[in-house]
């Protein structure tokens, strides 16, 4: 692979243990991972871009060829920009897939050479999003077998 | 069964006849069915928790054993509490199937001994769900289809 | 056809070369296509019901069997006044699908001598999609792959 | 429309009250429908083809817009001798709209004028299948919920 | 419960370690579980029923309120017979789910007071199926763990 | 990558457009692509094994980092023996999606080091497939629309 790095996009609000998993394979297969959390202003979010950003830079920190950043521009203006030609998802279910074909799809309308490849979560993961995780922590539950351990006392 | 105690959860925003039918069904099949409303303050709904409870009660009202209760916490946490360990859902199609074992998954990394039970709703109630019966009142249309005629004249 | 005229109904926000794709297909199948834009006041849309129907208007002038109007009611009532038999819909995937048989069962509910007919969007316009272009609108991108030749100016 | 006429193709093995239903209702919608049986010597059936034509016959007897054949070639090679344009579907689930939608798309490849149009089958119709009425008469079951009344004393 | 007696359904050829959580899952919930394997001659099956029959026996030796039989009738028959009310059946994913509901459906409609009640599999367990264990063993693979314990020398 | 090489394995019976897409774009991402047509004497095929080595051979000459083979064995056990670590697969539809899962989630069982990645087909090839392919082909149409340029003169 000559420009062997890939980008994992996602609003990370907040960053779990799918999540992390799914960053750590794609460490395993290109030299270098840009997690990329989406900073869209029209969206709501319970957590704000910069402790999204905490999180997920405590939860790769000391893995070399992760790198983390925020953006604020379409997902394939920022790969235009980086020179990025591809991207990685986790899927969970078909509701997932139905959903992630359509970006898949659109971002390759609007930037052709853009490969978007999509691995399958781990079955233990399946339950896991960050909407759940929401959730839980409205009611003041507990989401330490949700989320990453480095973030669970950041929460 | 030892325990045989069923809970029916969902926002019932309002009750409609697949609500009723499902619950009615459980009702031969457990010795109590509790249909639980969930009042989820974070979420915006059409009718305020406490008409949403007068609804569902004047629903069930003669069904010795299903109990009507509203609740404000994670539904695994009332499961807890009341010493609960079936959850029932009916399932219109595949997009139902897709959120409900989102849900199901989740419940069960919360709460392992947890079981949810999936009913089919039944055909003739597949075109019904309770934001089909908000969009028709918006518009003041007729909505005696869709819910239990219990309520008709209370919306 | 006795009866030989056929409602597309949408919320066209705005409208999209999927949706022209769709229109037109059916001026071809039907006598009369009624391009009928939802005005619902409790949702949210980018662009304001007039400026939409203007981009739904400019997008089939010189077409002689599609009119255009938007609708403030049920559909199905809308069918009712017009004395409409038929709708038809695009669908893209199984996402599409499991939200359009929802809609159609209920409407057939709602009025059972209603038929909803659906199409298959033709491939190369399955990434295309009104929340994918106002996506790329909030962010200033180029939209002109996805919404029809007519508007592009117009946005 | 200039060339009023449908094609209801399908194994028809044997023909049920879901078919007979989709026919009918396209016999509202179009001036002629032709349901032709295809005869794929490839595929094993449990009746032969001169029986289900007899059923197939037996059953739209007396509407006279509705004719029936059988043919032993692509359907789109029927559509192109018989000037056919137009394919309708009834569809029952997702596990249907998957399966028709890539016969719809293949149809398209290869003959590109023809249009593929799809009915959602009436909800007290979706448990019907010519494969479960086969699975009933091989255990010498009842089948009269399934197939049409013409055929009963048929089979 | 009056009649807490549930029918799991399968062909179990072979039974796997999917099957027999769902089984044993089933048996705290009901008073009664029957394990019933379909001899439907006309389908091909890797081990004969008699095979199935000893794997499935040896799986649940020891659980006092699983009984396994095998059958030669209609699902619904079986039920009619025994005077059963239930059905139980595992879920792994989305084609699952559209596979079984028509087979529910179907049942309703041959035998209106049959319920059947869908348990999702645990996610450790979605990638098993019997077709899988079948496709190692024609190659001499290791099924150690996709089937049970118990059954692993037997094969 | 210091394993950078990608199974692409399947039945090829033959090889479409469609796999061509996928392959090529495989060897845009990998140093190494190996197309492994699998040999399952229990699986009846169109053509014979020999035939479908020489199609795929035909397809990829002068690619020079596409190597083709056949194998008879499991999936997993080629991987091992050839120390590949990822396995590359194209997705149609909801349909194929739930069908590859199933594999993929058996194979992770059977070897977890392997990693499955899909690719999203594109869009002007959905409608393409071997089954497709042979059913022209018995009829005696025209398949240069669905198979690789390279192998239309060798059918």
């Known amino acids: ?3 062997n790095i890939v980008l994992y996009p996602g609003s990370f609000d ?21 997690v990329a959390i989406g900073n869209n202003p029209d969206k709501k979010s319970m957590f704000p871009i910069e402790q999204r950003l905490r ?10 060829n992760i790198k983390v950043l925020s ?3 379409l997902t394939v203006d920022l790969c235009r920009k980086e020179n990025i030609r591809y991207i990685i ?10 959903a992630e074909t359509a970006i898949a799809n659109a ?11 999509f691995l399958l979560t781990e079955p233990h993961f399946v339950g896991i999003s960050s909407s759940v995780v929401r959730e839980i922590l409205t009611y003041g539950g507990d ?4 989320v990453p351990q480095q973030i669970v006392n950041m929460l």
Chains 1, 2, 3, 4, 5, 6 share one sequence.
Request: net charge positive; hydrophobic share 45%; with cysteine.
């Open 1 to 3: 692979m000559n420009n």
């Open 14 to 34: 907040p960053i779990t243990k799918g999540h992390q998993s799914i960053a750590l394979r794609a460490a395993q297969m290109f030299d270098n991972v840009i």
């Open 55 to 64: 999180f997920v830079e405590a939860t790769f920190q000391g893995v070399p």
């Open 71 to 73: 953006y604020n521009c």
């Open 89 to 98: 998802r986790g899927i969970r279910s078909g509701m997932d897939w139905n």
């Open 107 to 117: 971002n390759k309308l609007l930037f052709p050479p853009l490969e978007t490849l």
């Open 143 to 146: 989401v330490s077998a949700f």
